[in-house]
Structures are given as C-alpha cells and as structure tokens.
C-alpha cells in the first residue's frame, strides 16, 4: 500500500482508524492534508520559551487539614493575570498522586495498543460521539484530523454508556471511575479558585455550572505521521466547555495561540494543563480568554492526551457574572442556553462561535 494516497470520501476514511493505515504504511488521504510542508518557522515559539503560567493550587485553596488557611495573593494574582493574557495554565498542587496520573495514562496506552479488533467493540458510528473512532464528519472541504479517539460521558451519572467503556485492559473502568471522581472535585477547588482572583463569591461559577454539570472524557491517539508537515493531529480550534482539564503524555505537540504565535504547551508529568473554554469566557464578560490551540503530528514518537471537558448543566442559561459589569466594562455578552450545541455546529465548518454570544 505504500506510496498510494486514498481519495475516499469523509465518511468512509472515518469509519478507519488513523492508527490502522500508519501500520498498513499509508500515506495521509487527502483530506486530511490540511498544511502546505512549510515549517511556519516565524509562527512557531520554542518550548522554552513558553511561559505559560504555573499555579500552586495549594496556595490557593483551603485543604481539608488546614480548612481555614488564607489564599496567597500573589498566586491569586498569577492566575487572574495567567487567565486574562493566556487563557490557560498549568496547575500543580492539586492533590492528585503523581503515581495515579501514571495508571490512568498507563491503562490509556493499554487501550489504544491493544489490536483493532479488541478495540472495535467499543466502536462508534460515524455519526455518534460517544465511543471508539473519529469526530463526525464535518462540513465538506473542512479537513480531518491525525487522529483516534475514544470519547465517554462521566456526569451526570446517569450520562454513562457502559456499553462503550472498555472491558479490556480490565483495570481501564475502575480507574477511569477513580480519575472521574477526582477531576470532578478538581473543577471545585479549580471554580472557586478562579471567582476569588476575580474577587467574587467563591462559588459564583459552580452555581452557573449547576448541580449536573457535565464532565467528558476524551482519550486523544495521535499515530506518529511521515509527513507531519502536511496533517494536523487536532484542527485549531477553541473548546466549546466551560473549560478543560488536559492530562498530557511526556510527548509535546500541544500548542496555544497568543498574540499571533503558537507557543507549544511544556509536558509536567504531574500537572493538568487547565484551558479555558467558550464558556468561561462568556461567564467571566470576556476577563478570561478562551484560547485557540492545536495539535501538531510528529514522525517519531506517538502521542496520548486525556482531556476531561467540564461544561454548565444542559438546558441551564449561563452568562456574564453580574459583579463583572459596570459603566467600564459593560456586558458583552448575553445569557446563553446550551452554547456546547451552538459551538459544535460551528466547529464543524471550522469556525469560532463566541459571536454568537455577543451582545
Ligand atoms: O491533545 C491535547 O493535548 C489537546 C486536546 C484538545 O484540545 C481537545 O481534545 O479538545
Ligand atoms: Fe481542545
């Protein structure tokens, strides 16, 4: 099969894996071919020298030990400002072992290495999001990305499809189950984090959130690719969430946008890369950013990501905090039901949605 490129349509080349013709030796299809082989060299900021901003959760919230100890205001302060200018950080300090984010990454390497057969019971359609497989097809001319996934609903309880969640490795639902529950408590500590160096009441963002807000998995497999200057593992884009919570491997490829260039995200093993989302941008009157990123491909090494998607109740309107708008700062945006539909829609043709918000 070398050397041949596939002209099939979106939906068939969706309905096969990226990691099954990496190992059949294909070239990308192409309509995956979304880069023209220039390098970007002007665009591109070296690793070291992106300063996304750090934060020491445990400076900032009180831990179940010490239940009245006061937030340091200086790391307050770091991630209002990491906020408004990136639009995302890394966090540590968070509570959660080291030696646990490495099972869960461990049972997520298991997965995707298993055989496709093992894989394809948990299989998606092409038009489902939930499972294993590739995002829906999008619009025609809108490129695919470098890319396999496995998508599972975590919260509300009563959102699981056990049908899709892996019975092989054996250990994958437990700690799945395990990891869920600790992320869930993370975006707490993480939402009152964020109202106190906005200076509003702590828990200001939870409500917005509500009682059911949603929690998504998405385990990211991103094949290695000859041609890394012609495909996308992930297409720019901003997420649709309140906001997102990224476990990633020890392999970079994650980038963010600011001010023009790609700044790609350093691997900590023991740190979430913490991405703000349409919808924070939407709640906080545009202070925080929701920033566009990406996912570069790489000919040498294979690349997983867990990213676990934190988004406001449905059917439950959202909207700039009250507190937030004054004759300074008028409201930019209105109140807004379900605006993860609105997003996708867009998304799908390759475009932002937050206009669609705008006052
Ligand atoms: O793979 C990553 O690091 C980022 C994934 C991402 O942006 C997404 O799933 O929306
Ligand atoms: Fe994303």
Redesign the pocket.
């Known amino acids: 099969m070398a050397g041949t490129v596939s002209h099939l349509p979106a939906d068939a080349l969706l309905s096969r894996r990226v990691q099954e013709m990496v190992i059949n030796g294909e070239e990308p299809p192409h309509l995956y071919i979304c880069r023209n082989g220039d390098h970007e060299p002007d665009q591109d900021v070296p690793t070291q020298l992106s300063s996304i901003p750090i934060i020491d959760l445990s400076l900032i919230s009180s831990s179940s030990s010490q239940p009245s100890s006061k937030p340091d205001h200086d790391e307050l302060r770091k991630l209002h400002s990491a906020l408004s200018s990136w639009g995302c950080f890394q966090v540590i300090g968070h509570g959660i072992s080291s030696c646990f984010l490495d099972s869960i990454r461990r049972v997520a390497k298991e997965f995707f290495e298993q055989p496709m057969e093992a894989k394809k019971k948990i299989e998606k359609g092409v038009l489902e999001v939930q499972g294993y497989g590739a995002d829906p097809v999008p619009e025609e001319g809108q490129p695919l990305d470098w890319?396999d996934?496995l998508v599972l609903d975590l919260y509300p309880q009563d959102q699981r499809v056990p049908k899709f969640w892996p019975e092989t490795p054996t250990s994958f639902r437990n700690i799945l189950e395990e990891y869920s529950y600790k992320i869930k408590t993370l975006t707490e500590q993480i939402s009152k984090a964020m109202a106190k160096s906005l200076n509003l009441e702590e828990n200001c963002f939870l409500n917005q959130f509500g009682e059911r807000a949603q929690l998504q998995a998405?385990f990211?497999y991103?094949s290695c690719c000859e041609r890394p200057d012609l495909v996308l593992?992930?297409k720019p884009?901003s997420?649709g969430t309140g906001y997102?919570i990224?476990l990633?491997d020890d392999v970079e490829?994650?980038q963010v946008s600011k001010d023009g260039k790609w700044f790609t995200?350093p691997t900590i093993s023991d740190a979430f890369?913490v991405?703000m989302g349409d919808q924070m941008e939407i709640m906080t009157n545009g202070m925080f950013k929701s920033p566009v990123?990406?996912?570069l491909a790489n000919s040498k090494r294979e690349?997983i990501?867990l990213?676990m998607?934190y988004t406001p109740e449905a059917n439950k309107e959202i909207g700039p905090e009250q507190a937030l708008i004054n004759d300074i700062n008028p409201k930019l945006f209105r109140n807004f039901k379900d605006y993860a539909v609105t997003h996708w829609e867009y998304y799908q043709r390759g475009q932002r949605a937050l206009h669609v918000a705008k006052v």
């Open positions: 890319s996934r998405r990211n991103y593992g992930l884009h997420d997102t990224i990633q490829g994650l995200v890369l991405l990123h990406r996912v690349r990501s990213a998607f």
